[in-house]
């Protein structure tokens, strides 16, 4: 592949901005004069990309959110599909954000658009939706997945698929340093620390920092020396830290991306939100609980749709309940308190959860010669090469 390469690359939220960074670092590493065009954040413009409009034109989520925004986003659409099709570039990588990127695609394609399409980020159609398979193997050239069972769902539609493994793996640097973070907040050697982390949205931590607060208390109750440390983002420091005033529990809350990591690795136990989360915390060893709730209509919806036994990736990978999952009407303080005490105390249920771990994180690239960025950039490269570009 001797002639210069173009890229464009599509991402609409930050973890989007992550992957697409990752990927564009191996490309230009194996094709030095490779030119990147499209949509990204903050890592994507330091590797290389001039993006065409800010990403977080793009980062919204729910009804309440878009609708107000509606008219724009459809503008952004028929900008980025328009540039597509002036720019012709050899191949265009969408990576997650499928409501934004697969209209961009099927607007492009529509146009006469002639560029192999490849997305990054499988929608979960094993979750739920099975149906969209089949109708993203009608647009797409390629998709890749990060987890290993993923492939044959679009192949028995004709759609080829690449299992290039979760991103969480190539955070190794990120395991965190349990003695650099008990140091830096002078926290004793011999003191347990539960790390709780009730999510990173606002309507998250409405439903569920009153639960995660009084699981804690009663935790407290048993346990006084516990010290207790609430992870999260800088603009939620204050909302945080103002909920907890008069409530006895005093934690200390933290918002920088070094402490978060070096806190997992320093605590005994977490209580979490549902989310990727729970593959960090697995990355850093740390025995977890996690709980979720949401609007008594979208449980009941969420129940009709969702195929998956599970909710927990971890979970869902190893196909058995490892990480204790409180759920809905299980999403209770006293079973909260109940399951933390019992990873506390329970020497064989921590290490059943650290074998687990493992096991889990090995199904999705840890200890792979080469990491899910490596496998994407080269799964792309095939692209190209197999279809000749925009040519």
């Known amino acids: 592949m001797n002639k210069r390469l173009r890229i464009f690359l599509i991402a609409g939220e930050s973890s989007g901005d992550f992957l697409g960074a990752a990927l564009m670092r191996v490309l230009k590493a194996r094709h030095p004069d490779v030119e990147f065009s499209g ?21 919204v989520m729910g009804l309440a959110e878009v609708l107000p925004k509606l008219f724009h986003i459809l503008s952004r659409i028929r900008q980025t599909a328009s540039e597509i099709l002036t720019t012709k570039p050899d191949a265009v990588v969408t990576i997650d954000s499928p409501d934004f990127c697969f209209r961009v695609i099927k607007k492009m394609k529509a146009g006469g658009g002639k560029s192999p399409c490849i997305h990054y980020v499988a929608p979960s159609v094993w979750a739920w939706r099975p149906g969209r398979a089949k109708k993203v193997a009608r647009f797409l050239d390629h998709i890749l997945t990060l987890l290993p069972f993923e492939p044959p769902y679009f192949e028995k539609h004709g759609l080829s698929a690449t299992f290039v493994g979760h991103p969480i793996v190539e955070r190794l640097s990120h395991r965190g340093d349990s003695a650099r973070f008990r140091q830096k907040y002078n926290v004793e050697e011999s003191q347990k620390i539960l790390c709780v982390l009730p999510g990173s949205r606002m309507s998250e931590l409405s439903r569920l920092l009153g639960k995660f607060s009084v699981a804690t208390d009663t935790l407290l109750r048993s346990k006084p020396d516990t010290v207790v440390i609430v992870p999260t983002l800088p603009h939620l420091k204050k909302y945080i830290q103002k909920f907890f005033v008069g409530k ?14 070096d806190c997992f690795a320093a605590s005994a136990v977490a209580l979490a939100a549902s989310g990727t989360v729970s593959l960090e915390l697995a990355l850093t060893d740390t025995p977890h609980i996690i709980a979720y709730k949401v609007s008594a209509l979208s449980g009941w919806i969420a129940r009709r749709l969702i195929k998956t036994p599970y909710a927990n990736l971890v979970n869902i990978l190893l196909k058995r309940p490892l990480v204790p999952e409180l759920l809905q009407e299980q999403c209770q303080p006293a079973k909260m308190a109940q399951e933390l005490i019992n990873l506390l105390d329970n020497k064989e249920a921590r290490a059943e959860q650290l074998r687990g771990f493992r096991e889990a994180l090995i199904m999705i690239g840890l200890g792979d010669p080469e990491t899910p960025s490596q496998k ?16």
Do not use: C, W
């Open 39 to 59: 949509v990204g954040g903050s890592r994507m413009e330091q590797a290389g990309l001039r993006s065409l409009f800010p990403m977080e034109d793009l980062s």
């Open 248 to 261: 006895g529990i005093n934690p200390l809350v933290i918002d920088q991306e070094e402490d978060k990591f």
């Open 376 to 391: 994407a950039a080269e799964a792309v490269l095939s692209v190209i090469k197999k279809t000749g570009g925009a040519a």
